[in-house]
């Protein structure tokens, strides 16, 4: 006779059957965030052999202190003015040997887009959200010059064809044109934007 009562048994055999398919769930459901950051090039790591020579006129220097003011070669500015004045200066075409620029050929600002270097210096206690405002109005600056130039070469943005060409749907075969074209736009105003060591307040 069978014997009644008693807790019945539970069955924990398909328990890991469970599990596993759980954690292939979350695996495939979630998503990993990644930090975006600043796309910058940095200096090697052995000095260069010779002395490169810049002259001073071919430097824009910005300085960013405590409070969040600007200075723009040694003038007080606006954060809405700092784009077209670092424009200015990038396509300023002051020895007059650019033959796509359409600056003022001012003979004391950047002799031509390749040898004008934007120089940006922030004090120890700058916040990090107005650092990060004025690293935006830089890169636009050259964003800005170069959708100028993509539109007139190729009718089209300069933003959207590199975003085309580091999309990675994109066809091979297109991938490579674009390429060429995004190039050749970087190389008419080429981004040199160096970021000098950071000061402290006294």
């Not at 809405?80 to 001012?106: I, P």
């Not at 916040?127 to 890169?139: A, D, G």
């Not at 160096?194 to 000061?199: F, H, L, P």
């Given at each position: ?16 059957d469970?599990?596993?398919l ?10 990993i ?8 090039m ?8 010779t002395?490169?020579?810049?002259k001073e ?5 910005v300085?960013?202190?405590?409070s ?11 954060l809405k003015?700092?784009?077209a004045?670092?424009?200015d200066f990038l396509d ?11 600056g ?16 940006l ?11 990060i405002?004025?690293?935006n ?5 050259y964003?800005?010059?170069r ?5 007139r070469?190729f009718?089209r943005?300069f933003v ?21 074209k ?9 981004q040199?934007l160096?970021e ?5 307040s006294?």
């Amino acid at each position: 006779m069978a014997r009644r009562g008693g807790a019945p048994e539970v069955s924990a055999g398909s328990m890991a059957d469970i599990a596993f398919l759980l954690l292939i769930f979350f695996l495939v459901t979630t998503t990993i965030e990644t930090d975006a950051g600043l796309d910058r090039m940095l200096p090697p790591i052995e000095p260069p052999d010779t002395d490169v020579v810049i002259k001073e006129k071919n430097i824009f220097q910005v300085n960013i202190n405590k409070s969040g003011q600007l200075l723009a070669d040694d003038n007080l500015i606006d954060l809405k003015d700092l784009r077209a004045k670092a424009m200015d200066f990038l396509d300023n075409n002051g020895d007059k040997s650019c033959a796509y620029c359409k600056g003022k050929s001012n003979p004391d600002s950047s002799d031509n887009p390749d040898k004008a270097i934007i120089s940006l210096k922030n004090d120890r206690e700058t916040k990090y959200s107005t650092y990060i405002t004025v690293q935006n109005e830089l890169v636009g600056a050259y964003n800005d010059l170069r959708n100028r130039e993509s539109m007139r070469l190729f009718k089209r943005p300069f933003v959207q064809l590199e975003a085309d060409y580091l999309n990675p749907e994109t066809d091979s075969d297109v991938k490579d044109e674009l390429k060429e074209k995004v190039q050749r736009i970087q190389k008419l105003f080429p981004q040199k934007l160096s970021e000098a060591e950071t000061s402290s307040s006294n």
